[in-house]
């Protein structure tokens, strides 16, 4: 489902693959963010994922022109992770809604591992 804008010339509609995208590249100037991982881990394993594929750590629902999210994050080694988070939580949110016009009502931030950034 895709969220919807109306207005007096039409109906807009963005897509959640969309709605990913801007979430992901909102996310990464975050400080403390190494990268994503994929949406649920293989036997323990955490693969970060390339620049390309950041999308793939964020999943989207979309109810009612309503937004929630789910975040699956690497965090640096040595940063707090429940700063990072309310980091990256609240440019997550203002992003979207500044871009999209769409009402985030609720940001998971699921912490996949930590990792030392060179």
């Known amino acids: 489902m895709a969220g919807t804008i109306v207005n007096k ?16 590249q909102a996310a990464v100037e975050c400080y403390g963010l190494v990268g994503f991982s994929y949406k649920s881990k293989v036997d323990g ?3 970060l994922l390339k620049k390309e594929n950041m999308s793939n750590g964020v999943k989207v629902e979309i109810e009612n022109d309503n937004v929630y999210i ?14 990072v988070a309310d980091n990256i939580i609240n440019r997550v949110k203002y992003t979207i809604e500044k871009m999209t016009s769409l009402k ?8 996949q591992g930590v990792r030392v950034n060179k």
């Not at 789910?70 to 700063?83: A, C, D, M, R």
């Not at 985030?104 to 912490?111: E, S, Y």
Request: hydrophobic share 50%.
């Open 45 to 47: 394993l955490v693969e």
């Open 104 to 111: 985030v009502r609720k940001i998971d931030i699921n912490v």
């Open 70 to 83: 789910e975040l699956f994050v690497i965090i640096q080694y040595g940063t707090k992770i429940s700063v």
């Open 9 to 24: 010339y039409g109906n807009i509609h963005i897509n959640k693959e969309v709605i990913a995208k801007i979430a992901s």
